[in-house]
């Protein structure tokens, strides 16, 4: 578990992991390149981790040279096991890779953190109208391309982020244009694209809700470097909000910062960005976030909604958050009430009034996002933290403690319930 002595005001200087959820889709679509594929900026997640697996699996060598992953093209089959399947939700990533790079692919029914429902159904309809035959039996997914994959108009129902990268993966090869309409516009999708282009695709539009591809023959390998990661920024900013801090963090995307601002502004905290930099100076007392509703980007991003709650928590006032991505994204409210906050969920709104501290008590973390909330809590309570579920907090967070530490915190990690 994670245990924090708080409260401390952080200070200091810290460097931004690279994106996680760039990471993950860059791992599948090196299935795609006929040659070497090298990621710098890749960080060390255990998410990482099962993305790594599937490509050995699947017969591919992964070499970790510092912060940078080597993926050497072998394949040797096109099946992806249950076990490595369920690990996290976008091993579905794959689906897309391996029918493009194999004209098939055998796979399950993905895992990943319980926040909603989560279906694959935007997926599914949107390959078939690549020409991907999907059948489904009993959680498997049977998956061929008898007539190759063939380019066409596809207008998503709604923005997925897994489901642009899919079609952006199964068409990059395709014969013929395909057009994503409706598509996701978050930046990872940005960073895919400008993979699969130094590979020699031809993917335009990517960041903007009509993404075109134009099929090339084939993809060689890149050097890429993987984009700084926005989430895991907005929780060191929370975390210095929180504890009245005063933190910069360096290697940070300031564009990609923008949709989560109001919050830190509301709040009253001071803002700087300059370059690649971010300093966040925190009051002695927060005001309230106000109001926030998570949208697809460049609306206010759902994996952020947690970690601004404890912000909202410790607010001079009364805070509004309307979650509309995740249907089961407020478990951790609960865990938060245990440190005496005040939050009141009903349904997709959160209605939170601030109270002036939050005392530690042992908590339990039930998705990734969800226990980085509990983390900054921890950090702000009066007393020891004790943070058990810690499995799904490393599946995002590189370095965690040694990080917070270096900003001062008091944090460790020790065995047992
Ligand atoms: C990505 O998940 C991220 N994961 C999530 O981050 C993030 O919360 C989410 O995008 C939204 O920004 C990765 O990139 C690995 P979606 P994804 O498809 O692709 C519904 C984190 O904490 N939907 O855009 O799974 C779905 O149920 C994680 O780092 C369908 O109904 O998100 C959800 O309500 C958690 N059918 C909404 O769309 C489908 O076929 C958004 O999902 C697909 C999605």
């Given at each position: 578990?994670?245990?924090?002595?708080?409260?401390?005001?952080?200070?200091?200087?810290?460097?931004?992991?690279?994106?996680?959820?760039?990471?993950?889709?860059?791992?599948?679509?090196?299935?795609?390149?006929?040659?070497?594929?090298?990621?710098?900026?890749?960080?060390?997640?255990?998410?990482?981790?099962?993305?790594?697996?599937?490509?050995?699996?699947?017969?591919?060598?992964?070499?970790?040279?510092?912060?940078?992953?080597?993926?050497?093209?072998?394949?040797?089959?096109?099946?992806?096991?249950?076990?490595?399947?369920?690990?996290?939700?976008?091993?579905?990533?794959?689906?897309?890779a391996?029918?493009?790079?194999?004209?098939?692919?055998?796979?399950?029914?993905?895992?990943?953190?319980?926040?909603?429902l989560?279906?694959?159904?935007?997926?599914?309809?949107?390959?078939?109208?690549?020409?991907?035959?999907?059948?489904?039996?009993?959680?498997?997914?049977?998956?061929?391309?008898?007539?190759?994959?063939?380019?066409?108009?596809?207008?998503?129902?709604?923005?997925?982020?897994?489901?642009?990268?899919?079609?952006?993966?199964?068409?990059?090869?395709?014969?013929?244009?395909?057009?994503?309409?409706?598509?996701?516009?978050?930046p990872?999708?940005?960073?895919?694209?400008?993979?699969?282009?130094?590979?020699?695709?031809?993917v335009?539009?990517?960041?903007?809700?009509?993404?075109?591809?134009?099929?090339v023959?084939?993809?060689?390998?890149?050097?890429?470097?993987?984009?700084p990661?926005?989430?895991?920024?907005?929780?060191?900013?929370?975390?210095?909000?929180?504890?009245?801090?005063?933190?910069?963090i360096?290697?940070?995307?300031?564009?990609?910062?923008?949709?989560?601002?109001?919050?830190?502004?509301?709040?009253?905290?001071?803002?700087?960005?300059?370059?690649?930099?971010?300093?966040?100076?925190?009051?002695e007392?927060?005001?309230?976030?106000?109001?926030?509703?998570?949208?697809?980007?460049?609306?206010?991003?759902?994996?952020?909604?947690?970690?601004?709650?404890?912000?909202?928590?410790?607010?001079?006032?009364?805070?509004?958050?309307?979650?509309?991505?995740f249907?089961?994204?407020?478990?951790?409210?609960?865990?938060?009430?245990h440190?005496?906050?005040?939050?009141?969920?009903?349904?997709?709104?959160?209605?939170?009034?601030?109270?002036?501290?939050?005392?530690?008590?042992?908590?339990?973390?039930?998705?990734?996002?969800?226990?980085a909330a509990?983390?900054?809590?921890?950090?702000?309570?009066?007393?020891?933290?004790?943070?058990?579920?810690?499995?799904?907090?490393?599946?995002?967070?590189?370095?965690l403690?040694?990080?917070?530490?270096?900003?001062?915190?008091?944090?460790?990690?020790?065995?047992?319930?």
């Open positions: 578990m994670i245990i924090i002595d708080g409260p401390v005001k952080l200070g200091g200087e810290i460097k931004v992991q690279g994106a996680k959820n760039s990471t993950l889709p860059l791992l599948a679509a090196a299935v795609i390149c006929k040659g070497e594929t090298v990621l710098h900026n890749c960080p060390a997640l255990s998410d990482v981790e099962t993305a790594v697996r599937i490509l050995e699996h699947l017969g591919y060598q992964c070499t970790r040279e510092g912060s940078s992953l080597i993926v050497n093209n072998e394949m040797k089959c096109c099946e992806i096991p249950p076990d490595l399947m369920k690990g996290m939700r976008s091993s579905i990533v794959f689906l897309g391996l029918v493009s790079r194999c004209g098939e692919a055998n796979l399950h029914f993905p895992g990943g953190c319980e926040i909603g989560r279906p694959i159904d935007i997926h599914i309809s949107s390959l078939k109208k690549l020409g991907v035959e999907i059948e489904e039996s009993g959680g498997c997914l049977r998956c061929s391309a008898p007539n190759g994959i063939r380019g066409s108009y596809v207008s998503l129902p709604f923005p997925s982020v897994g489901a642009t990268e899919n079609l952006m993966l199964a068409a990059v090869c395709s014969k013929g244009t395909t057009v994503i309409s409706n598509a996701a516009r978050e990872e999708i940005s960073d895919l694209a400008l993979y699969l282009n130094r590979c020699g695709g031809r335009y539009g990517a960041g903007e809700s009509c993404v075109i591809i134009d099929g023959e084939e993809l060689h390998g890149c050097e890429h470097t993987i984009m990661d926005r989430i895991v920024t907005a929780t060191y900013m929370a975390a210095a909000a929180v504890t009245g801090g005063d933190v910069v360096r290697g940070v995307d300031n564009s990609h910062i923008l949709p989560m601002m109001s919050p830190f502004e509301e709040s009253g905290c001071c803002i700087r960005q300059y370059g690649d930099v971010i300093n966040i100076l925190a009051p007392r927060l005001n309230p976030v106000k109001h926030i509703r998570t949208m697809p980007y460049p609306g206010f991003p759902t994996d952020a909604q947690p970690i601004v709650m404890p912000m909202a928590a410790l607010g001079k006032g009364t805070s509004i958050l309307v979650e509309n991505i249907e089961n994204r407020y478990k951790y409210a609960e865990e938060l009430n440190m005496g906050a005040n939050i009141r969920i009903e349904g997709k709104v959160a209605i939170v009034e601030g109270v002036e501290k939050l005392v530690g008590a042992p908590v339990t973390s039930w998705d990734l996002r969800g226990g509990l983390v900054i809590a921890g950090l702000a309570a009066e007393g020891e933290t004790r943070i058990s579920g810690e499995e799904y907090i490393y599946r995002g967070y590189e370095d403690e040694q990080n917070f530490a270096m900003l001062g915190a008091k944090i460790r990690t020790a065995e047992g319930k």
